[in-house]
């Protein structure tokens, strides 16, 4: 180090190097979320490297920072380098700079406890990285020493022109869907408008033409749904469930088990269940190709979370959402599907899922195995994430082998949960309309909701479909409903009002 200006080079390299790695690492973030690449792309290496790059850009900003302190030219104190406006050298400009790592420091930081934060707030500080690359083109444009030069401005040109590029196809392609439930359940008819769900995606409803019906397994109907008009769909996820409108008047709620990639239809799988309300025996008497039905969503409340190893366990039609799951993975990332059901021919899709995966599909059928499905020798070494979705007996037994944090349930069945003392009235207050309502101990929150000019929409009323999900500002929910794990809920400050209460006789609700 013997050059005077070496601290000098090393502070405007770093600093240039950080711009383009940061640049880089969000296009890659949009690339990741919006799935444009999804046909050429392997999103194994799609998310490392936005992983790397967000790594990367950051050790660049340290090394920025700390060749200024070590420059002997602009000899930046501690203070002035981490604290905005301490420096009399273009304080705002740094002051630009530096906020700017504060929020690079919290999206990494939160991405490194993704999986324990509540998803909205990850994906809050996530989106603030657009912030930051604004203010460090800022800070580049008015503190930058090269700004002169032709090279530097062809770079700063280049590298805002992608940054724009990239955050319209963000905005063009539409936002990811955020849920998930069921696979194929039974409920009466319900409600109506909708009233802010605090996590979900698309509560629109859009009529769709069935395009083909096609029964892929004993009982079991696969359909795929246009929408008219060949309009693009809106983006969605792995996990993902539509509620489709019967003309009989009943809503069902069933998981999407097509590509996600594909934005052109809808495919669903339906199995008629012996005690059928009437959902499933009708569309297997009476859907016909041709035939319109309004459809909603798509919602998700069984979400693929990021994770190097999958073991997915699928009983029967529990098959729906794990497969879009499947296919939603790239090729090179390690999973195992264990998929149990009663014979093979009740088993959709299983041919398909053999043929194709024939090393990671272990196929568990009732009547040629000699023994129950051991789901402690499947589980016991395991340190993947476990999703599992099927009959209410596999996921009990699952769940008590695999810790909390790596199980991820799917229930279509309405679990038995009764509060610990008896319905009291609950004084409901409504923060943005400014209503208060006291709710009757024998009506629940969603029927007093209605009742007070707030509907939000709902549809199984068992705590099971998850549509009439609420954001609680102050109170302490009794969660009574099986749409995803209590502690999770609590996170997110969400209920479902058409089965759960409160502690205390008192809720605000972000309504
Ligand atoms: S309406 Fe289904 S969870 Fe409330």
């Known amino acids: 180090m013997n050059e005077p200006h070496i601290w000098w080079y090393i502070t405007r390299a770093s600093a240039l190097i950080a711009w383009a790695l940061m640049t880089m690492s ?3 973030g949009i690339l990741l979320s919006t799935r444009v690449m999804r046909r050429i792309d392997n999103p194994a290496w799609l998310q490392d490297l936005h992983r790397y790059l967000g790594g990367l850009t950051l050790f660049m900003v340290a090394l920025h920072m700390v060749s200024l302190m070590l420059d002997g030219w602009l000899q930046f104190s501690l203070a002035e380098t981490l604290v905005p406006f301490a420096t009399d050298f273009k304080p705002l400009a740094v002051a630009l700079g530096i906020v700017s790592f504060y929020i690079l420091l919290a999206v990494q930081g ?35 020493t090269d700004v002169s030069s032709w090279w530097y401005r062809v770079l700063a040109i280049v590298l805002i022109s992608v940054a724009t590029i990239a955050v319209l196809v963000r905005i063009i392609t539409g936002t990811k869907t955020g849920s998930a439930r069921p696979v194929a359940r039974e409920e009466p008819p319900s409600i109506s408008a909708q009233a802010a769900p605090a996590r979900t995606a698309s509560h629109d409803t859009r009529t769709m033409v069935v395009s083909t019906l096609q029964e ?75 035939m319109t039905l309004e459809v909603s969503g798509p919602l998700n409340h069984f979400e693929l979370e990021p ?3 999958y073991l997915f366990i699928a009983g029967g039609i529990g098959i729906t959402p794990i497969k879009a799951m499947i296919e939603s993975l790239p090729e090179r990332r390690k999973w195992k599907l264990v998929y149990a059901g009663r014979s093979r021919s ?30 402690f020798a499947l589980t016991k070494s395991a340190t993947s994430q476990v999703y599992c979705c099927g009959p209410e007996s596999l996921m009990a037994t699952v769940s008590e082998y695999v810790p909390a944090d790596r199980m991820h349930l799917e229930r279509f069945v309405a679990l038995e949960r009764e509060s610990a003392s008896p319905a009291q009235p609950i004084e409901v207050t409504c923060r943005k309309s400014k209503k208060s309502f006291v709710v009757d101990a024998d009506e629940t929150i969603l029927e007093a909701l209605e009742e007070n000019g707030l509907p939000v929409l709902g549809s199984c009323k068992k705590g099971v479909c998850g549509t009439c999900e609420v954001r609680v500002v102050e109170g302490k929910p009794i969660h009574l409903d099986s749409v995803m794990d209590d502690a999770e809920k609590d996170r997110l400050k969400v209920m479902y009002p058409c089965v759960s209460r409160a502690e205390g006789g008192k809720l605000v609700l972000d309504l």
């Open 307 to 309: 994770a190097n190893e």
């Open 26 to 28: 969000v296009l890659w």
């Open 216 to 290: 892929v397994a004993q009982g079991v109907l696969a359909i795929r749904l246009l929408p008219l008009g060949g309009v693009q769909l809106p983006v969605w996820h792995p996990g993902s469930h539509v509620t489709l409108h019967l003309p009989n008047g009943l809503q069902r709620q069933y998981s999407l088990c097509g590509d996600p990639a594909e934005r052109t239809h809808f495919d669903i799988a339906v199995l008629k269940t012996e005690q059928s309300e009437g959902g499933s025996e009708w569309i297997h008497a009476n859907l016909s190709p041709g």
């Open 346 to 375: 009740t088993m959709a899709f299983l041919d398909e899922l053999v043929e194709r995966y024939p090393d990671r599909v272990t196929v568990h059928a009732s009547d040629e195995a000699k023994k129950p499905l051991d789901v």
């Open 110 to 144: 939160t991405s490194l406890f993704m999986n324990r934060l509540p998803r909205k707030f990850w994906k809050g500080v996530h989106y603030s990285s657009y912030a930051a690359l604004l203010l460090v083109a800022l800070h580049a444009g008015w503190s930058g």
